[in-house]
C-alpha cells in the first residue's frame, strides 16, 4: 500500500542553522501538508500546498517557514533559523481528491534544537 | 473555548471492551470528521473519515457525528492489546484548504 516517507527520521541541529525536512507524499496526490506536534501537544496545521504554491498556512508558519516542490516526488519544509520552540515532530500529509478528503500522514520527522 | 476538545484520558479498558471515544467542537462550520491513531512517536494513522452527520462502519470502527450537538464518537467492538495507542479527532470546514483542527487525543490502553 503506498505511503508517505519522511527523511531523516530524527534531526538534531544547532540553535540559528537552517534545516530542511524532506517528505516523499502519496504518488497520485495532489495536496500536500505540513503539520508540527510539539511533545504532548496537539498537532497543529503549518501549511498546505497545492498546484505549486501555498494554499493556506497558519500564524505558527512565519518568515523563518518555506515549503517547496523541488520536483515531481519531493515536498520540503525549510526553517531558516531554527529556535529552540522549533523542536517538535514534523508530519507530512496528502491527499488525492481535494483539500476537505481523507489526508494520509507520514511517520514524521523528530527535530531537536539545542 | 477550545475548538476541538476531547479527554485525554488514559482510559484503560480489558481485552473484549466496547471502547467509546468522544469529541466536542464549537465550530459550527465543520462538515468534515476524522479519526486517527498514534502509536508512541509515530505518525497518526487515518482509522475513519466521516462527510457531515451520520454513522460510517469499517470492521470493528464505527463513527457516528451529530452536527447539532457538535459532537463525534468513535466506537471500538471487541478490543484487542493492539489497539492500545493514542486516538485523535481532527476536522475541518466548509471551504478551508485542508487545515485539519485535531482534539488533544485520548490515550487507550486495552489491557490483556
Known amino acids: 500500500e503506498p505511503e508517505v516517507t519522511q527523511t531523516p527520521s530524527h534531526q538534531v541541529t544547532q540553535m540559528g542553522q537552517e534545516v530542511i525536512l524532506r517528505c516523499v507524499p502519496i504518488?497520485?496526490?495532489?495536496?500536500f501538508y505540513w503539520y508540527r506536534q510539539i511533545l504532548g501537544q496537539k498537532v497543529e496545521f503549518l501549511v498546505s500546498?497545492?498546484?505549486?504554491?501555498?494554499?493556506?498556512k497558519s500564524e505558527i508558519f512565519d518568515d523563518q517557514f518555506s515549503v517547496e516542490r523541488p520536483d515531481g516526488s519531493n515536498f520540503t519544509l525549510k526553517i531558516r533559523s531554527t529556535k529552540l520552540e522549533d523542536s517538535a515532530m514534523y508530519f507530512c500529509?496528502?491527499?488525492?481528491?481535494?483539500?476537505?478528503?481523507?489526508?494520509?500522514f507520514g511517520p514524521g520527522t523528530r527535530l531537536t534544537v539545542t | 473555548q477550545k475548538e476541538v476538545e476531547q479527554d485525554p484520558g488514559p482510559l484503560s479498558v480489558p481485552e473484549g471492551a466496547i471502547v467509546s471515544l468522544n469529541c466536542t467542537y464549537s465550530?459550527?462550520?465543520?462538515?468534515?470528521f476524522m479519526w486517527y491513531r498514534q502509536y508512541s512517536r509515530k505518525g497518526p494513522e487515518l482509522l475513519m473519515y466521516?462527510?457531515?452527520?451520520g454513522n460510517k462502519e469499517d470492521g470493528r470502527f464505527t463513527a457516528q457525528v451529530d452536527k447539532s450537538s457538535k459532537y463525534i464518537s468513535l466506537f471500538i467492538r471487541d478490543s484487542q492489546p493492539s489497539d492500545s495507542a493514542t486516538y485523535l479527532c481532527?476536522?475541518?470546514?466548509?471551504?478551508?484548504?485542508?487545515?485539519?483542527?485535531f482534539g488533544k487525543g485520548t490515550k487507550l490502553s486495552v489491557k490483556p
Open positions: 500546498f497545492y498546484n505549486n504554491e501555498i494554499s493556506e
Open positions: 500529509a496528502s491527499t488525492q481528491k481535494g483539500p476537505s478528503t481523507e489526508q494520509y
Open positions: 481532527a476536522m475541518s470546514g466548509r471551504g478551508s484548504q485542508g487545515n485539519l483542527i
Open positions: 466521516t462527510y457531515s452527520s
Open positions: 465550530n459550527s462550520a465543520f462538515q468534515y
Open positions: 504518488s497520485n496526490h495532489l495536496y
